[in-house]
């Protein structure tokens, strides 16, 4: 695996601590979960469509609150900062959607409060 920020992949494979599961992984089971958790990244911010369609296809934003969803935002923002910095690209494609989404929801919420 080279490019598209994959390279520290082969430096966890060649560099594993003694305490650290090594990349790929020597189970079938850890390789299957590696791959879910990489579908998971890709589904979870699905959980937030219900709540983005809501403010803006049916302009509806009560009982929203605009602080709720702006401190989610940050958090997942400084997720995607932790993900950047330990090259984990489950942690940066989720919380980079679900931050993308949170910020959404708090410009619906201004907009159409």
């Not at 791959?35 to 803006?56: C, E, G």
Request: overall charge positive; glycine content about 6%.
């Amino acid at each position: 695996m080279n490019g598209g920020g994959l390279h520290h992949l082969s430096l966890r494979k060649r560099q594993s601590a003694p305490k650290c599961e090594p990349f790929p992984a020597r189970t079938p089971w850890m390789r299957l979960l590696d791959k879910v958790i990489y579908a998971v990244a890709l589904i979870s911010p699905l959980a937030l469509l219900p709540q983005a369609s809501q403010v803006f296809l049916k302009h509806d934003t009560a009982g929203l609150a605009i602080s709720t969803w702006f401190m989610l935002g940050a958090i997942n923002s400084l997720w995607v900062v932790y993900g950047i910095a330990h090259k984990d690209k489950p942690i940066i494609i989720a919380n980079f959607l679900l931050a993308t989404l949170d910020f959404a929801i708090v410009f619906g919420i201004l907009k159409y409060s």
